[in-house]
């Protein structure tokens, strides 16, 4: 799976749209990526994934680019609640057969500041 | 729908000693991996399991084991065990056999601290 370089950590005001950054410049076709978050003491927690076209679900959006070596996690209004290490990840897409075995990284340290 | 569960939530052994955790994966859910998270190494994959085997295997010493029962529900065992082995460990959920998307869901964790 493909290397996956983040920010150690970031700020965001509340009520503010929070944009985390990854890049994974050797990213493969078929390799997704996965974005998972952390709050603090709990299991981390699925957010979305996407392999080319943008997606957007109830709790984010990712914007991936053209050349797909990078991407953005969008949280469009922080809340404090928002507050957790982010963690992206490049993953070969399922094929039915292997594991859900994840690699995660080091990941982006979010602060939302009241 | 119930979520992941893990018992006990906290555990203090002595270096030696061994322990056993244990979760319960979301009902229907037949994929049971676990992770270790250090604030060195970070997360870590452990193992996981499907249908009462072993499926995958990290990079770690034999004394860290599991297993998987006829209801889906796991156990991991460390014996011998060192100051290193204090850490948080996760178990995560996935629905089978079948691998569609890397979506996993988590349990709280049972937080070791070996003394």
């Known amino acids: 799976d493909a290397k996956t370089t983040q920010p150690p950590s970031m700020d965001c005001a509340e009520g503010r749209a929070a944009n985390l950054p990854c890049n994974h410049s050797?990213?493969?076709?078929?390799?997704?990526v996965y974005w998972y978050r952390q709050i603090h003491s709990q299991g981390p927690q699925y957010i979305i994934h996407?392999?080319?076209n943008n997606e957007t679900n109830e709790m984010a959006s990712l914007i991936i680019t053209e050349d797909r070596k990078s991407s953005t996690l969008i949280l469009p209004h922080a809340t404090l609640r928002d507050t957790a290490v982010y963690y992206c990840i490049v993953r070969v897409a399922a094929s039915g057969a292997g594991s859900y075995q994840l690699t995660f990284g080091k990941g982006t340290k979010l602060s939302v500041i009241p | 729908k119930a979520g992941v569960t893990q018992t006990p939530r906290y555990l203090i052994k002595t270096r030696g000693q061994q322990v056993t955790l244990s979760c319960s994966p979301i009902?229907?859910?037949?994929?049971v991996s676990w992770y270790q998270q250090t604030p060195g190494q970070g997360l870590q994959f452990l193992f996981e399991y499907f249908s009462e085997t072993q499926r995958n295997k990290g990079n770690f010493p034999g004394r860290f084991s599991g297993r998987q029962f006829s209801n889906s529900r796991s156990e991991m065992n460390v014996s011998t065990l060192e100051l290193g082995d204090s850490a948080l460990y996760l178990c995560a959920s996935s629905p089978g056999q079948v691998v569609t998307t890397y979506e996993q869901y988590f349990g709280p964790g049972t937080r070791l601290t070996v003394t």
């Open positions: 996407g392999l080319k």
């Open positions: 050797t990213i493969s076709g078929n390799e997704y």
């Open positions: 009902s229907g859910h037949r994929s």
